[in-house]
T-cell receptor, first 109, second 116 residues
Framework: RKEVEQDPGPFNVPEGATVAFNCTYSNSASQSFFWYRQDCRKEPKLLMSVYSSGNEDGRFTAQLNRASQYISLLIRDSKLSDSATYLCVIGDSSYKLIFGSGTRLLVRP | DAGVIQSPRHEVTEMGQEVTLRCKPISGHDYLFWYRQTMMRGLELLIYFNNNVPIDDSGMPEDRFSAKMPNASFSTLKIQPSEPRDSAVYFC??????????????FGSGTQLSVL
């Protein structure tokens, strides 16, 4: 079993749609959780951290479920510019980061 | 702030040749990381440095790979000899925090390596 698993997609949605991604992790001792965004042929960049209480940043909402060992990302009112690959990133107890392989999102006009 | 700078952006070489990738971290960042990204395996940590000292090189795939950080502003990743399976995008990243790298990890633009 992979340490971090994501549905590779692609998720193909129309503008304005709401889309959600999940990511499961295997290490119950994981300490930190993040979503990164990677545009085609670009470097990954932090989108948002994921806190135990959940957090929201504009149209983006991230949640953590420790019991079931997954994190989620919800994007509301999708924009064309949201088209990218979203990487789930998990930090273990030594702060080492494990990256998922990513979920590709395509937002169509 | 210029960000993390990597060179070259693209490298095409033939099997058996030596390849050297270069990285300049963000000034003041004590941690430097080398990652490799492929379609099959995603983004993998190869090695990281703290204050120019290699801390964890468990991700380095083989002895053909070596990394150095002679000073706080420069690091190299060398592959000798290169093989076609080394073809990937190699990212360098830096951070100034140990307690939450995920929030303060900045990547360079990467080097696209193709070994023919």
């Amino acid at each position: 079993r992979k340490e971090v698993e994501q549905d590779p997609g692609p998720f193909n949605v129309p503008e304005g749609a709401t889309v959600a991604f999940n990511c499961t992790y295997s290490n119950s001792a994981s300490q930190s959780f993040f979503w990164y965004r990677q545009d085609c042929r670009k470097e990954p960049k932090l989108l948002m951290s994921v806190y135990s209480s959940g957090n929201e940043d504009g149209r983006f909402t991230a949640q953590l479920n420790r019991a079931s060992q997954y994190i989620s990302l919800l994007i509301r009112d999708s924009k064309l510019s949201d088209s990218a690959t979203y990487l789930c990133v998990i930090g273990d107890s030594s702060y080492k980061l494990i990256f998922g392989s990513g979920t590709r999102l395509l937002v169509r006009p | 702030d210029a960000g993390v700078i990597q060179s070259p952006r693209h490298e095409v070489t033939e099997m058996g040749q030596e390849v050297t990738l270069r990285c300049k971290p963000i000034s003041g960042h004590d941690y430097l990381f080398w990652y490799r990204q492929t379609m099959m395996r995603g983004l993998e940590l190869l090695i990281y440095f703290n204050n120019n000292v290699p801390i964890d090189d468990s991700g380095m795939p083989e002895d053909r790979f070596s990394a150095k950080m002679p000073n706080a502003s420069f690091s190299t990743l060398k592959i000798q000899p290169s093989e076609p399976r080394d073809s990937a995008v190699y990212f360098c990243a830096s951070s100034d925090r140990e307690d939450s790298w995920g929030e303060k990890l900045f990547f360079g633009s990467g080097t696209q390596l193709s070994v023919l």
